[in-house]
């Protein structure tokens, strides 16, 4: 089944390779089959980790992600402390630029964010809506958090703070991230993921051993060779950044 809320470990196999940062962002087959674009973003800059997820009901869910992916990249005063903060300043700008109507907003900015920003003492990870964090450990041994709240596909998205109440049937008193933190004394490397990575665990043993240890020691070229093969099992647009 799919992997529940709390953490999955994968430990190391003898002779590794270093960890190294990558950014991997696969389309579904669902989206392929229906002809729809990839949704999911994922960027790394400055220090920060950053992983949306657009929702697949939104028609122009792929131009919100990007748009706001972009917005956030060039915000070099983010830090672990105003994370928040900026997504509602940048989100307020755009929306407000664009001249967003709510019908706009339902099908251009209902995307999960999650980010994972470095610091000297520790990793530091937001998110509002469902996904994965991804924390390889001091021991080399990386462990999959589940941060889905039992969301049943319909997860809270920060731009329901721009819209009036009436208009929503759930998260009418409005969104707020989540923390964890994650020390540098227990932790070498953190990132985050899209819901997408559910579909792994509908792989062989061997595929799924193959795609986590490929991600343990940062190789996007096997990651991708495993997705490839395993396409049509994978229906949900895949993004991790580590």
């Known amino acids: 089944g799919r992997p529940q809320p709390g953490a999955l470990l994968y430990r190391k196999r003898c002779f590794i390779l270093a960890q190294k940062p990558i950014v991997v962002s696969k389309i579904g087959y669902e989206h392929t089959f229906a002809g729809t674009n990839r949704q999911d973003v994922g960027i790394m800059f400055d220090k920060v980790k950053l992983c949306l997820d657009g929702c697949s009901s939104g028609n122009y869910s792929e131009i919100g992600t990007g748009l706001f992916a972009q917005a956030l990249a060039k915000r070099h005063d983010i830090t672990a402390a105003n994370f928040d903060h900026v997504v509602y300043e940048e989100m307020h700008r755009l929306i407000k630029g664009l001249r967003f109507t709510p019908n ?139």
Do not use: W
């Not at 996904?131 to 998205?157: C, L, W």
């Not at 490397?189 to 792994?200: A, L, R």
């Open 104 to 242: 706009d907003l339902f099908h251009n900015f209902c995307f999960t964010i999650l980010a994972a920003i470095e610091t000297d003492e520790e990793f530091v990870v937001y998110y509002c809506g469902d996904g994965y964090i991804f924390a390889i450990n001091d021991t080399d041994n990386m462990e999959v958090i589940s941060v889905d709240r039992g969301y049943n596909n319909t997860p809270p998205y920060f731009v329901y703070n721009f819209i009036a109440p009436e208009l929503l049937t759930d998260y009418k008193d409005g969104v707020r991230f989540e923390v964890k933190r994650f020390s540098k004394e227990s932790y070498v490397n953190v990132g985050v993921g899209s819901d997408g990575y559910n579909y792994i665990s509908d792989l062989s043993v061997s595929e799924q051993d193959l795609f986590n240890e490929a991600l343990r020691q940062g190789r996007p070229g096997r990651i991708g060779q495993v997705i490839n093969r395993n396409s049509q099992s994978i229906k949900d647009d895949i993004t991790i950044v580590l």
